[in-house]
């Protein structure tokens, strides 16, 4: 069975400074992987996804993840942060792209 | 905008009470999914609906039940409601292996 950890569960940071919120996942068999956000009252918004080929993925709002199979991480990254990026952000594993594990979460917030 | 709609957006119920919780996608996907999001954690899946029928199950005991109808809309059902079932409920369709989250519904149990 796949599982997820955060390992932070809250990160603060100043507006416009780079930040990176990390994510290891634990499965025996291929994996997918995904990064979530949520505002205040809202759902999910899927910010980026590794499904196969290059390590690197793009996503939206600027931020990007590297898929590392040896390290088991999929970290999450932006170059530098806005007030409006302050949110909770989930890291998602799953062996079918059906049934998804989700972390515990990670609250980022920017300060000015 | 997902286009995946739920209602209510609140309940508020009593211990040992039902409750049915709805889901409707405009594009109509035929793959739907329930989870559950306590306070301060991550979602945890509940269940799977394909072509109204079940198609995987987390941790989640029997009085946790669902419906999919023919439009693809679907009903999360608990029954003899607990305390701890207060959290946010999400359902989530599936297109060409994204997930789609609704804004879900927030439960309270008193």
């Known amino acids: 069975a796949q599982s997820v950890t955060q390992l932070d569960s809250q990160v603060p940071v100043f507006e416009e400074a780079p930040v990176e919120l990390r994510c290891n996942y634990s499965s025996s068999v291929s994996v997918y992987l995904f990064w979530y956000v949520q505002y205040p009252n809202q759902g999910l918004q899927l910010l980026l996804k590794?499904?196969?080929?290059?390590?690197l993925v793009k996503g939206i709002n600027g931020f990007e993840a590297e898929f590392n199979k040896s390290q088991t991480s999929f970290h999450l990254r932006k170059p530098s942060v806005h007030i409006s990026d302050t949110a909770e952000y989930f890291c998602a594993v799953s062996d079918s792209r059906d049934d998804m594990r989700f972390g515990a979460g990670t609250r980022l917030t920017v300060k000015p | 905008e997902t286009g995946v709609t739920q209602s209510p957006t609140h309940l508020i119920k009593t211990r040992g009470q039902q409750v049915t919780l709805r889901c409707s996608s405009q594009s109509g996907h035929n793959t739907v999914s329930w989870y559950q999001q306590a306070l301060g954690q991550g979602p945890q899946f509940i269940f799977q609906y394909y072509r109204e029928e079940e198609n995987g199950r987390g941790n989640f005991p029997p009085r946790f039940s669902g419906l999919q109808f023919p439009n693809y809309s679907s009903e999360l059902n608990v029954n003899a409601l607990e305390l701890d079932d207060s959290a946010l409920y999400l359902c989530a369709t599936l297109d060409r292996g994204e997930q789609y989250f609704g804004p879900g519904t927030r439960l309270t149990v008193t």
């Open positions: 590794y499904l196969s080929g290059s390590t």
